[in-house]
């Protein structure tokens, strides 16, 4: 049984748009929502984080969304740039269960200049 | 510092064959753990280790093993390899939540 549900599978923007990736989740013990980018033939990086405690958190272009009652969290990138292009995963893990991480299947980012 | 590194970056086995695939990190992380990586899959945890001595078993850790004897390193082996562990095999140290992931190994089993 999958626990975290990413959507979509692939996505593609114009230079300049807004990116929207979406995740939910299930468990109701998940306290760390991170998203990860990934570069072709590299590992996975921390892109930007939040816990249950706050309901956005921005970081330059990049800001999560989080939705603790339906359970769900979004990434959203501004002004995306063709450089943002890269298949993004979120995450979510928990304390309680020795804070493995639960991945989503990936979002393969594709902006056009 | 280095990170997270991982040995070798490609290998090809053919079935049956076992071997060892290598992962080292110099930020003192007691977490370390290998995920798994297939087309549309995202990320699957194989095994996992909270410290030095101490292991376990994530979501697919059928053919493989792991121990942890020092705190840096955290070999992942293959038993007899099958052409179903065809993937790309990450590493990754943890700390406060955030996971430090090597370059990962691209294995091919034939």
């Known amino acids: 049984q999958q626990q975290v549900k990413q959507s979509p599978q692939s996505l593609i923007v114009q230079k300049g748009g807004i990116s929207i990736i979406n995740c939910a989740y299930e468990?109701?013990?998940?306290?760390?929502f991170p998203w990860y980018q990934q570069f072709p033939g590299k590992g996975p990086a921390l892109l930007i984080a939040?816990?249950?405690?706050?309901s956005e958190k921005k970081e330059g272009r990049f800001t999560i969304s989080f939705n603790k009652s339906a359970k769900q969290f979004s990434l959203h990138i501004m002004d995306s740039q063709p450089g943002d292009s890269a298949t993004y995963f979120c995450?979510?893990?928990?304390?309680?269960?020795?804070?493995?991480?639960?991945f989503g299947d990936g979002t393969t980012l594709t902006v056009k200049p | 510092n280095a990170g997270v590194t991982q040995t070798p970056k490609f290998q090809v086995l053919k079935t049956g064959q076992s071997m060892t695939l290598q992962c080292a990190q110099d930020?003192?992380?007691?977490?370390m753990s290998w995920y798994r990586q297939d087309p549309g899959m995202g990320l699957r945890l194989i095994h996992y280790?909270?410290?030095?001595?101490?292991?376990d078993q994530g979501e697919v850790p059928n053919g493989y093993n792991v121990s942890r004897s020092t705190t840096e390193d955290f070999p992942l082996r293959l038993l007899s390899a099958a052409p179903s562990q065809t993937s790309v095999y990450f590493c990754?140290?943890?700390?406060?939540?955030?996971?430090?992931f090597g370059p990962g190994t691209r294995l091919t089993v034939l």
């Open positions: 468990n109701t013990a998940f306290d760390y």
């Open positions: 280790s909270v410290g030095a001595g101490i292991t």
């Open positions: 990754a140290s943890r700390q406060l939540g955030e996971q430090f």
């Open positions: 930020m003192n992380h007691e977490y």
């Open positions: 939040i816990r249950p405690d706050v």
């Open positions: 995450a979510a893990s928990s304390n309680t269960n020795a804070g493995k991480s639960t």
